[in-house]
């Protein structure tokens, strides 16, 4: 049989020429259960959203949750990402992969891609999508392309898709970001880890400034989110929100990620949304908002998640999530536990450091969870 997998970068490339076409005429693992099957289409103006906005989403990669100001962290400079917390709705407990290849993939495709990031020929990616709705579409971009594009596309509607990573050429930043932690005593490494996402942080708060002087603020919905647990969240000393493990854990630490929109006009400010969220629910979320079909609605893992952000007083649905880790590991959040390994399970409500093993308390809520991650 020929073999199914093709690379993230083949697959970017294939998706950027489908929806050049599409404009001119018009990244080994299980996965957790479907939440919903549906089609993925809506009259948006039932939920207040304008027809058709812009959707500009950015992905850190390598930013853990405790890594900016607004979550706690009384070291990192995070000012604009602070301002963006204030002025957005975010899930409270948004999940991730706990490697940023998968968790870029996942949010491309809608599914749970497993630790490779490997993509499937058949995979369909929110660009393309969106360029088949009639979006002028820019994906895997750093800030000045971004902004270009933008300038560019101002008329609308487009989709500008921004990865970054705060842990990638670390020995590459800046003095002028790294030195101030450094002489607050950190070993040069996290120094520069810092400095990225201040750097990073600099480049965000440039291109909300620049959205707002081409006047697009009320039709335009900006999600920020991180791709991974922290780079630096086993190190001693780092603040890590009070979270088991970093970046390509299995832990809380590895998967707990920030998730913030902001959509002045529609989605109401500084409010933090209780339901438990997943990175494949950007898809259909914006399948929905942007008034746009997903082909095979069946393969998407995800929920709409409009009725939490629009505070339409939607039941709070009890998901589970499976984080899938290197060497075989995994882990299957609910609202509740995470059982890691079939071997530990944590009271994460109670026990936020994942310190207390609680296995033997529960048997009927660990046999459940275990059928998740079997199925």
């Known amino acids: 049989m020929a073999d199914k997998r093709i690379s993230r970068r083949w697959f970017l490339l294939a998706a950027a020429f489908l929806m050049l076409l599409c404009s001119v005429g018009c990244s080994v693992g299980r996965s957790v259960g479907r939440d919903v099957r549906y089609k993925v289409s809506a009259v948006v103006g039932n939920y207040g959203f304008p027809r058709k906005p812009n959707v500009i989403l950015v992905v850190s990669d390598g930013q853990g949750y405790g890594d900016m100001a607004c979550h706690g962290n009384g070291v990192v400079k995070t000012p604009n990402i602070d301002r963006f917390y204030k002025q957005s709705s975010r899930f409270g407990k948004f999940f991730v992969s706990p490697f940023g290849q998968s968790t870029q993939a996942s949010v491309l495709t809608g599914r749970n891609v497993p630790v490779s990031g490997e993509l499937l020929k058949e995979d369909v990616s929110l660009a393309e999508v969106l360029g088949r709705a009639g979006y002028k579409t820019c994906t895997d971009v750093f800030f000045d392309e971004a902004i270009g594009f933008i300038e560019e596309n101002r008329d609308g509607p487009f989709f500008c898709y921004i990865s970054v990573s705060a842990d990638d050429r670390l020995n590459e930043v800046d003095e002028k970001y790294s030195a101030p932690y450094r002489k607050q005593g950190f070993s040069e490494d996290v120094a520069n880890f810092y400095g990225s996402i201040t750097n990073l942080d600099e480049n965000f708060g440039r291109l909300l400034s620049r959205v707002k002087g081409y006047g697009l603020l009320g039709n335009t919905l900006i999600i920020f989110m991180t791709g991974s647990g922290s780079a630096m969240g086993d190190r001693e000393g ?15 630490g590895g998967a707990r990620a920030a998730s913030f929109w902001r959509m002045p006009g529609t989605i109401k400010p500084n409010r933090t949304i209780e339901q438990m969220a997943m990175h494949y629910d950007i898809v259909p979320t914006l399948m929905s908002i942007c008034d746009a079909e997903y082909p095979e609605p069946e393969k998407l893992e995800g929920i709409n998640l409009i009725p939490y952000l629009m505070n339409l007083k939607q039941k709070e649905k009890d998901r589970s999530f499976v984080t899938l880790g290197k060497n075989g590991d995994y882990s299957v959040r609910t609202s509740r536990f995470r059982l890691v390994n079939g071997s530990e ?11 207390i093993n609680v296995i033997a308390r529960y048997p009927a809520e660990v046999a459940q969870i275990r059928a998740v991650y079997d199925r």
């Open 238 to 252: 780092v603040f890590n929100a009070g979270f088991r493990g970093g970046k390509g854990s299995v832990y809380e």
């Open 345 to 355: 399970l944590y009271d994460v409500n109670a026990n936020t450091s994942e310190t």
